[in-house]
């Protein structure tokens, strides 16, 4: 069975920082891209970051460039996204994601997904 769990989320002061993990299980992590999104109250989901499964090969949203690091270990079967320098506008739910094609992050368009854990920056 195809699972993704992420943790990491809280409330966080403006300018903070947070470290969400995605910890799979159920299939191979080696031979999928791993995405993170979020959504915002009251907004449609997004793309945040992505990572490829093949070459390695790093996506952000620009909203998040610099700020944000997407990594993997597939040894742990985990993925993390560490987000820095906080704003409220990035508040939000963010899920983790997996797809045989890292293509399908740019629209949303992955097959398996976590929960969600709640991100919160609020002074």
């Known amino acids: 069975q195809v699972q993704l769990e992420e943790s990491g989320g809280g409330l966080v002061q403006p300018g903070g920082s947070l470290r969400l993990s995605c910890v799979t299980s159920?299939?191979?992590?080696?031979?999928?891209?791993v995405g993170w999104f979020r959504q915002a109250p009251g907004k449609a989901r997004e793309e945040v970051a992505a990572i490829d499964n093949n070459d390695g090969k790093l996506y952000y949203n620009p909203a998040v460039t610099i700020r944000f690091t997407i990594s993997r270990d597939n040894a742990e079967n985990t993925v993390w996204l560490q987000m820095n320098d906080l704003k409220p506008e990035d508040t939000g739910v963010y899920f983790c994601?997996?797809?045989?094609?890292?293509?399908?992050?740019?629209?949303?368009?992955?097959?398996?997904w976590g929960k969600g854990t709640l991100v919160n920056v609020s002074s």
């Open positions: 994601a997996a797809d045989p094609k890292v293509s399908t992050w740019f629209w949303g368009g992955m097959k398996s």
């Open positions: 159920g299939f191979n992590l080696d031979h999928y891209a």
